[in-house]
């Protein structure tokens, strides 16, 4: 079992950063690929970024490419989103999930959610 706790939304104005992170809790946290995903009002849920449990390795949705960077250190079992240049657009309510079965980056099987934190872009 993995619990995780997401913190650091909020409300910015557009062209500004914020950092979410999500802490994790539980048994071999290093061993799991992780997860910023992202669903906006009446949209569906979409990945945003990834970074894999060995080598580091990252992905990052087209739409978020070059603003977003997702960072982990695992001697810390936590995950990080820094996310700057923010738009509008990028407003949703933001999940850290975790995941060990799958092909990384996109059939990653995530079997572990955070509740969400809300991030809301000012224009």
């Known amino acids: 079992q993995v619990q995780l706790v997401e913190s650091g939304g909020g409300l910015v104005q557009a062209g500004g950063s914020l950092r979410l992170s999500c802490a994790a809790s539980?048994?071999?946290?290093?061993?799991?690929?992780m997860g910023w995903f992202r669903q906006a009002p009446g949209k569906e849920r979409e990945l945003v970024a990834a970074?894999?449990?060995?080598?580091?390795?990252?992905f990052y949705a087209d739409s978020v490419r070059g603003r977003f960077t997702i960072s982990r250190d695992n001697a810390k079992n936590t995950v990080w989103l820094q996310m700057n240049s923010l738009k509008p657009e990028d407003t949703a309510v933001y999940y850290c999930?975790?995941?060990?079965?799958?092909?990384?980056?996109?059939?990653?099987?995530?079997?572990?959610w955070g509740q969400g934190t809300q991030v809301t872009v000012s224009s």
């Open positions: 999930a975790a995941g060990n079965s799958g092909s990384f980056p996109r059939t990653v099987s995530y079997a572990y």
């Open positions: 539980g048994r071999a946290f290093s061993s799991y690929t």
């Open positions: 970074i894999a449990w060995s080598r580091g390795a990252t």
